[in-house]
């Protein structure tokens, strides 16, 4: 009998089908809600932001991986749109396009290329890039237009607004609070947290309902686990809790700060971030729990109103750490024989 | 201005102060280091390879200092060694330059292949599937060699078999350990005759899955005490051999360097024509030989037979006189 | 019902097994020629006893156990010696084997089974177990008669009956159940008898019901059957012992470390051939499977039969046909050519069309911590899986707790079949298990 020949390949001959594609096109999908409420809020300047910064990141990871001899069509598996469109959600309303475009460069140039591209960066590169802008244009970077309907108001939370060029802009929820938490505090009005149509802030965080419709995608999805959410988030509301019954004048409770700011964005989106998160359930709870302590000690005594962003920065550099202790025990593990 | 004044001063003072500090901690920590570390990694080749075991130059300088005496550096040969021991006083190690060499001729067009194997980017990873080719002591041809070079000495030309340029190779070795089928070795750059097999199959097994394979037939053997047949495989052992050597294996797996390069022997088909006629010219040659010996002995025989019938005709005759 | 038992981690890979599992098992026609190889087993190799030209009997001894932990080798056909050479093994290699040619007539040796086996002394029920040759069937052939003699200070508790059947595609373990339930019984008896042990146990997964039905028939009140939750690789011996008696079995241990004696279904059976028939292990139940066969069934073919005449014989290949792979598809090896014969532990022949093949590059490793999730063992196979790669062996060493952690990988393929960058973990442990083997040969 005349013998067949096969094509030789390593085992396991099948696969889930699962690709960094889908995980990240499915992120991408799952901020689809937040991008809807930015655009709604703050209209066309919000859908120039998130354009810029999305395709900027896409043409930079593009020249990057062209540069650096590696196969072009990595830069639509869609981890530099993600990064990309995280950073716009990041920004104001009326930031300038220069800013993006160096956002862009910065998150991922620097903060992923540099390092060695996807999977081998050790800050999440949206975040770095805020951060860097942050740090480099503060005045940009804080100054927040009102969204669509509030254009003309006067006063927002107790803080006065003001008029520069062609909007009329004001602090966050939460850089109210800072201001003057006896004045702003009587001003909270948790439904426009929820919904935020009526916020200022950026253009992503202000919506924390259209972030939890993500975040349960991304759960339901299996592409985030609930460990971190849920531990930034209940670290964040145990704090507050604590200062707000001892002293509700100057702190505001609970849910304001589950709902103000970009706890939300932070704690589904950017805090779950895999190359930067710990990959063990233990360490990702200790993670998150740090992720929420160190986001509320900075919105509460620190010198910004918002501080997840640094929070989970700093957590970033404790992940490699976190993975070294967190080693579950092998099927088996047998403790071990001392050798003298 | 008063500010700028006192800017300039305080930065200044600190700048000095920092430097001062700086310069007094480095003479307080100072490491007392041998000189001779620098002067030995000054002779050394420099290409950090690890082929002596350490993990660079440096640390074999340190250790050539320290206690034990630590190999010889396999790529600098005599003239390192001999200036590293002049260094430390000693006498110089014996080595030889060693060359890598790719024991294998069995390109696409020689060697049986095995079904493709699929998603397979290393040696390493082919090896574990079992090889792509019949031949499981070949040359694979996925470079994990070219890889681990550090002369940049591997390529993998046309034919997926490795070839060496003994020119460029600096003989660290790193492309022995490198190689799942341990179809490389090191051979001394002085030797001009290879055999191009690493089949340590039976001869069966050799000849259906490569043209070019060594059986272990020991003609080579018998030609040159230097062959030594091992597992179904000849090694030459010596350094050269007469230029015919070549032409006598069954299987054209003996190379000699001062015909053709490896490189021209592996993947050109017209070396190959070439080694072809020539054989052919020397068997040839050698069957005329063998016919005129056999003639030779022949009339020699048919000489001595009527000698020795004269010599016995005259015996009788002696006897009848 | 109580709820499935199961282990913790593993995997839901698409299961496949509708294709074969309603086709009741034929038996192959006698082939013309089998390929015996003289190593079919874990362990030393089988000293060969025939040489060119012998004649031989069906069931004759033509290789007997080259040491303590290894197994004899039977003809399974009748005919003349053809060749002693190296061949093509499933494995990969290149190992001595036994060729026969037979003469068609399938003339056995004069068979001498124990009698009256639940009452006959250990001593015999060993020896005819040991001269039958009956290794592992569920794919890592291990001797059975080496595990059925423990020493003496660890005492065996529990005697289980694998018939987990994980792999997707395979149906041939489901098949013996429903066919041959009574004799896996009398087979786990014998070895229930052999170990003195009262305690047994039948896993099944709750994907065959039908089975876990006819083996709690057949079982009765002599042992329990587990149904247990489909789960890849719940049929893993270590992982069914863990999900059983909630025992672990430690790296580089045999279950009787924890006091546990695992068979499969098949092996049973082939003791209770052996022990009750006297017949040496001749042949076995072999699926042939996937979308690139015409009739995907399960057939009972003689050790030695090569896969192209199985194949030929269930209808042949469909022309899509691109990868051959013997076992099932996630631990199973992938074969060049149909030649290699059929062996002890070859539970399957899954044949792949071109469109189902894995063969996309693979990325780099973003952390998501899916392999983690699946390792049966608890591992990080995100950082071997980096780590290798790069050449750092020794970190891999640091790693480790009292042996090298890939001790405790038996590459199941979990982790890769979940890998979304599609990396090759599996081959990366590999290839680190042969760089330490060959470090401490050294």
Redesign the interface.
């Known amino acids: 009998?005349e013998?067949?020949?096969?094509?030789?390949?390593?085992?396991?001959?099948?696969?889930?089908n699962?690709?960094?594609q889908?995980?990240m096109w499915n992120v991408f999908l799952a901020l689809i809600p937040a991008t809807f409420v930015s655009v709604y809020a703050f209209g066309f300047q919000a859908a120039r932001v998130i354009a810029v910064s999305t395709i900027a990141a896409v043409v930079f990871e593009y020249i990057a991986l062209l540069f650096m001899k590696r196969d072009w069509r990595?830069c639509f598996?869609g981890?530099a749109a993600v990064t990309g469109l995280l950073l716009g959600l990041t920004l104001p309303s009326n930031i300038s396009t220069g800013i993006i475009l160096i956002g862009s460069f910065v998150a991922i140039i620097i903060a992923k290329q540099v390092f060695?591209?996807?999977?081998?960066n050790p800050f999440n590169p949206a975040l770095t890039a805020r951060v860097f802008l942050l740090i480099a244009f503060p005045g940009p970077l804080t100054t927040w237009p009102l969204p669509r309907g509030l254009e003309n108001a006067s006063k927002f939370m107790g803080v006065a607004t003001t008029k520069v060029a062609d909007a009329v802009t004001t602090a966050t929820p939460l850089g109210a609070i800072k201001q003057n938490a006896v004045q702003a505090m009587p001003n909270i009005n948790i439904n426009d947290l929820v919904f935020g149509l009526q916020t200022p802030g950026s253009i992503g965080e202000i919506s924390a309902l259209a972030l939890l419709l993500g975040g349960i995608w991304l759960l339901y999805k299996k592409i985030i686990?609930w460990h971190i959410p849920v531990a930034v988030i209940a670290s964040v509301g145990f704090v507050a809790l604590i200062t707000w019954r001892i002293d509700p004048k100057h702190y505001a409770d609970p849910f304001f700060h589950f709902f103000a700011g970009g706890l939300f964005i932070g704690a589904f989106f950017m805090a779950t971030d895999?190359?930067t998160?710990p990959?063990?359930s233990t360490g990702k709870l200790i993670y998150g729990a740090g992720v929420g302590l160190l986001t509320i000690i900075i919105r509460l005594w620190g010198g910004y109103p918002e501080g997840i962003s640094f929070a989970i920065l700093i957590m970033n550099a404790v992940t490699p750490l976190l993975?070294r202790w967190t080693?579950?025990?092998?099927?088996?593990?047998?403790k071990?024989?001392s050798k003298s | 201005m008063n500010g700028i004044l006192i800017a300039i001063v305080v930065l200044f003072g600190t700048g000095l102060a920092l430097g001062l500090l700086l310069a007094y901690f480095s003479k307080v920590f100072h490491v007392e280091e041998d000189p001779r570390i620098d002067q030995i990694e000054e002779v050394l080749p420099g290409a950090n390879c690890g082929a002596c075991g350490m993990a660079g130059c440096r640390d074999y300088a340190k250790a050539c200092v320290g206690e034990g005496e630590p190999p010889a550096c396999p790529v600098g040969g005599a003239a390192v060694s001999s200036a590293v021991a002049k260094i430390l006083g000693t006498v110089a190690q014996d080595v030889e330059a060693m060359v890598a060499l790719v024991k294998c001729a069995g390109t696409e067009k020689r060697a049986t292949a095995r079904g493709p194997l699929e998603g397979v980017n290393r040696c390493a990873e082919a090896f574990l599937l079992g090889g792509n080719k019949d031949c499981r002591h070949g040359c694979m041809g996925y470079g994990d060699c070219v890889r681990v070079c550090p002369a940049d000495a591997i390529t993998i030309y046309q034919g997926n078999v490795a070839i060496v340029d003994a020119d460029k190779c600096i003989g660290c070795g790193l492309c022995v350990q490198a190689c799942p089928s341990h179809v490389i070795s090191m051979v001394p750059k002085s030797r001009t005759v290879h055999v191009l097999c690493n089949s340590k199959d039976i001869a069966a097994l050799t000849r259906t899955s490569c043209t070019v394979g060594c059986i272990g037939c020991r003609i080579c053997a018998r030609s040159d005490a230097a062959f030594v047949i091992e597992d179904n495989l000849a090694s030459f052992t010596g350094t050269t051999a007469e230029s015919t050597v070549p032409y006598v294996c069954p299987n054209d797996v003996i190379v000699d360097t001062r015909a053709f390069s490896v490189r021209a022997f592996v993947e050109s088909d017209r070396a190959r024509e070439d080694f072809t006629a020539a054989k052919t010219e020397f068997k040839e040659k050698e069957r005329l030989e063998k016919l005129a010996a056999a003639e030779a002995k022949k009339a020699a025989a048919a000489k001595a037979a009527q000698e020795k019938a004269a010599a016995e005709g005259s015996a009788k005759e002696g006897k009848d006189e | 019902m109580s709820k499935a038992k199961t282990f913790k981690g593993g995997i839901h890979p698409s299961y496949n097994k509708d294709l074969s599992s309603k086709a009741e098992t034929r038996e192959l026609p006698l082939p013309a020629e089998v390929i015996i190889p003289l190593s079919m087993h874990i362990g030393a190799p089988a000293k060969c006893l025939v040489k060119r030209g012998d004649l031989v009997k069906t069931g004759q001894v033509i290789g007997e156990a080259g040491g303590f932990i290894s197994a004899p080798v039977h003809a399974s056909i009748s005919g003349k010696v053809k060749a002693v050479q190296p061949v093509e093994h499933p494995m990969g290699k290149r190992l001595e084997a036994v060729i026969i040619e037979g003469d068609g007539k399938d003339e056995w040796i004069e068979l001498a089974p124990v009698e009256n086996p639940l009452g006959a002394d250990k001593e015999t029920l060993l020896n005819a177990i040991k001269a039958a040759g009956i290794v592992g069937m569920g794919g890592a052939t291990f001797p059975s008669n080496v595990k059925l003699s423990p020493p003496a200070n660890k005492p065996i508790d529990f005697v289980i009956l694998n018939g987990a059947e994980c792999e997707p595609y395979l149906t041939a373990d489901h098949r013996i159940m429903l066919e041959k339930a009574e004799y896996i019984v009398k087979g786990l008896e014998i070895a229930a008898r052999i170990l003195n042990v009262k305690k047994l146990f039948i896993g099944i997964e709750v994907n065959k019901p039908d089975a876990i039905k006819v083996m709690r028939k057949a079982l009765g009140k002599k042992g329990t059957v587990v149904p247990l939750e489909v789960k890849y690789p719940q049929g893993s011996e270590k992982q069914l012992i863990s999900a059983i008696t909630g025992r672990e079995v430690p790296p580089k241990n045999l279950p009787m470390e924890v006091g546990a004696v695992v068979f499969n279904v098949g092996t049973a059976y082939a003791i209770y051939d052996a022990v009750y028939n006297g017949k040496p292990l001749l042949s076995r139940i072999v699926t042939v499977t996937g979308r690139g066969v015409k009739k995907p069934g399960n057939f009972q073919v003689r050790i030695g039969t090569s896969v192209a005449e199985v194949v030929e014989f269930s209808g042949g290949y469909n022309d899509n046909a691109r990868q051959l792979i013997l076992g099932g598809p996630m631990m199973g090896r992938s074969v060049a050519t149909d030649g290699v014969p059929i062996i002890k532990g070859t539970g399957g022949i899954l044949v792949l069309p071109e469109k189902e093949m894995v063969t996309d590059s693979y990325s780099a490793c973003i952390r998501c911590g899916r392999c983690i999730k699946a390792c049966p063992n608890r591992l990080n196979p995100q950082l071997l899986g980096s780590m290798i790669p790069m050449g750092l062996y020794d970190r891999i060493e640091e790693l480790g707790i009292k042996e090298s952690v890939l001790d405790y990988c038996f590459e199941c393929g979990s982790c890769t079949y979940v890998c979304p960058a599609g990396r090759p973990l599996v081959q990366f442990f590999q290839l680190a298990k042969v760089y330490f083997r060959t470090k401490k040969s050294k």
């Not at chain 1, 094509?7 to 001959?13: E, G, L």
């Open positions: 009998m013998n067949r020949t096969f094509a030789v390949a390593n085992s396991p001959h099948v696969h889930d699962s690709s960094i889908k995980i990595a598996d981890s060695g591209g996807l999977g081998h686990t895999y190359v998160a990959i063990f993975d080693v579950p025990k092998p099927f088996g593990f047998q071990v024989r």
